[in-house]
């Protein structure tokens, strides 16, 4: 069995929030009474990542997402429950943690903002006690993926945010983690950035090996990178499986998608599923699994030369988690 | 851990040339409040006939010529940062690293220190000669005074973040800096020379570790005190800072575990 270098039991998080009503009286009230709330922000995961796997973690905003990375990243401190990151309980913080692990946040800096990136770097190196050789070798991989020449003399805060993130990563991974948890790391980016930050991620996987948990709002980096994905809503895990199963596991439904000649009526469409779209003669249907098989098989029949064309997909992965975070499906549990 | 503190001593002097004005505006409050009561007090002791209690004149402007030096070198001004950073989540890029974020502090405060040494020295060379300070200091006196200096702004230094690590706790650490400056304020020596403190307030100061940042180094350094009395004193200094140690690694521990990342 291969290593598991991310292995997390019953993982619980719960935040203790001050709480007060508005008005005068409760503001006066709460000086000599404060009242609390808790807030459970992920409640009894569990999962194992293993060595060199691309995982992504996916929830909407306030899942328990980032929580959960801190922990396994050593920041926070769980309420309850265990978790071992290469062989450490990441809240302890110990030296042999801190040196095979990153944690890269989209929207945070972590580069000092008035000097030179290389600077930042040379630091880092001390820090971590690397010897000049593997550092330069590690800046020059890092340099090419992400073409990095230009921006390292620059101080941080005349970088553009696409450029200030490369050099983020450069900074994160100039270590050489074993694990790396990257928290909504195109956040913000455009287009062709997104892309190569993406680029830039698997490649740096398929080369080092390096263990990779991910957060994206993003499905395009989740669809480009992980073969796996790990699904939370309301700090519960509700999917934790290959990526291609997702649709099948959560969606009890398939998309069929109909093309009519010109002139052709689509009225009896409507009897054979719920109609998503109708547009210039296509017409998109949303059919149960179970009936997919059969209704294809009546659409072929009923329509005979009106039908120019038909196909028959999984709907498409966006789609499918918007519903399971909208509370439209209730997958099983995994 | 030397290459560590050079690499950051490299990237903060950067920095501080970044901001050179601000580095040495902040300099600033080393001197100008001692040259205030140093004045203040030498009206008093005019209309007394020169004398304040044991002090004559030229011992006022000795103590306040060196309390410019040693309020610079021992002073402590980490708590500003550190609510900024643990507010902003710049503390978490911190921890993830393997070196205790005092160590960045550490670089930061001698460092600046060091550097606006320059400018603190000459000033108050200048106070000492303007104001007729007289020194009674034999080399002992200065070994002593040295090393009660190196105390005082270590012991400044950990109990400045004892309280700078409420932050895991309140975003509102102000309020508790300025409590915590206003009392040293008065029982530290910056007021008034410890023996000159009225007699409960004289015996509180030494009770507290407040005066032995400032006063009492400077007391030392001027050779106000016998040997044995100088040793007892450090001594006293080195308790001090045993208690702020074990309280800051307490303090720091259980803050650990409050910290909530909030926005991180």
Known sequence: ??????????????????????????????????????????????????????????????????????????????????????????????????????????????????????????????IYGLPEERYRSTLRELTELLDLGPLLGKPVRNLSLGERMKVEFAAGLIHSPRVAFLDEPTLGLDVSMQSRIRGFVAEHNRRSGTTILLTSHYMDDIVALCKRVIVIHHGHLLYDGPLGELAQRMAPYKVITVTLHDGAGSAFLDELGTVVSREQGVVVLRVPRESVAERTARIVRDLEGSLADISVEDPAIEDVIDRVFAGAAVPPRS | ?????????????????????????????????????????????????????????????????????????????????????????????????????????????????????????????????????????????????????????????????VVASAAFWTTRVQALVHFYQRTAFIFAGQIAPLALLPGPLSAIAYALPFGYMLGVPTDILRGAHDVTTSLLLIAAQAVWLLVAAVLYRIVWNAGLREYSAVGA
Do not use: C
């Open chain 1, 1 to 126: 069995m291969t290593e598991l270098v991310v292995d997390v039991h019953d993982l619980t998080k719960v935040y203790r929030v001050h709480e007060r009503s508005e008005g005068l009286s409760a503001t006066l009230r709460s000086v000599v009474r404060r009242s609390f709330r808790e807030i459970t922000a992920v409640s009894g995961i569990s999962f194992g990542v293993e060595a060199g796997e691309v995982v992504g973690f996916l929830g909407p905003n306030g899942a328990g997402k980032t929580t959960t990375l801190k922990m396994l990243s050593g920041l926070l401190y769980p309420t309850s429950g265990e978790a071992r990151v290469i062989g450490h309980v990441p809240w302890r913080r110990e030296d042999g943690f801190l040196r095979g692990i990153a944690l890269l946040m989209g929207n945070r800096t972590q580069l000092v903002w008035d000097i030179a990136a290389a600077d930042s770097l040379r630091v880092l190196q001390e």
């Open chain 2, 1 to 161: 851990m030397i290459g560590v503190y050079r690499a950051l001593a490299v990237q903060q002097i950067q920095i501080m040339l970044q901001y050179r004005v601000a580095t040495f505006l902040y300099a600033l409050f080393s001197f100008v409040r001692p040259i205030i009561f140093l004045a203040a007090w030498l009206s008093v002791a005019a209309s007394q006939g020169g004398r304040l209690g044991s002090f004559q004149r030229s011992d006022l402007a000795a103590y306040y010529a060196l309390s410019i030096l040693v309020t610079h070198l021992t002073t402590s001004f980490d708590f500003f940062e550190f609510e900024w950073e643990v507010r902003q989540g710049r503390l978490s890029p911190k921890l993830l690293r393997p070196l205790h974020p005092l160590h960045y502090a550490i670089v930061n405060n001698v460092l600046w220190k060091v550097v606006t040494a320059a400018m603190v020295i000459p000033v108050a060379v200048l106070v000492a000669l303007t104001f007729g300070a007289r020194f009674h200091v034999g080399p002992i006196d200065i070994v002593l005074g040295t090393v009660s200096v190196v105390l005082g702004a270590a012991l400044s230094f950990v109990f400045g973040w």
